[in-house]
């Protein structure tokens, strides 16, 4: 059972800058893909970043070059740095664990982040 705690969402003018922390406990942190979504109400959720055990990461291309996710497997932490924000972007943000080799997938209860133009 891996349990995920997000924490770092806000108000924020466009431009600005926030990062988002994930804590995790339970399983073994460093062997688990990592990943952010985000869910706008009445919308879909959707894959924002990923970060892999091996350190490999993705985004979304609404994303790139403006977020950067990482992770320090030292403190079972996940961090998505998010620059340039749009209103766009305003959102409740999900951490996500999913465990190699298994179905297991696990959610933090989300963090809100609003853009205001």
């Known amino acids: 059972q891996v349990h995920l705690v997000e924490s770092g969402g806000g108000l924020v003018q466009a431009g600005g800058s926030l990062r988002l922390s994930c804590a995790a406990s339970?399983?073994?942190?460093?062997?688990?893909?990592m990943a952010w979504y985000r869910q706008d109400p009445g919308k879909q959720r959707e894959l924002v970043a990923f970060?892999?055990?091996?350190?490999?990461?993705n985004y979304a291309d609404s994303v790139k070059g403006r977020f950067t996710i990482s992770r320090d497997n030292a403190k079972n932490m996940v961090y998505l740095q998010m620059n340039s924000l749009k209103p766009e972007d305003t959102a409740v943000y999900y951490c996500?664990?999913?465990?190699?080799?298994?179905?297991?997938?696990?959610w933090g209860q989300g963090t809100q982040v609003t853009v205001s133009s």
């Open positions: 996500n664990a999913k465990i190699p080799a298994t179905t297991l997938d696990y």
């Open positions: 339970g399983g073994i942190f460093r062997l688990n893909h």
């Open positions: 970060i892999t055990s091996g350190y490999t990461t």
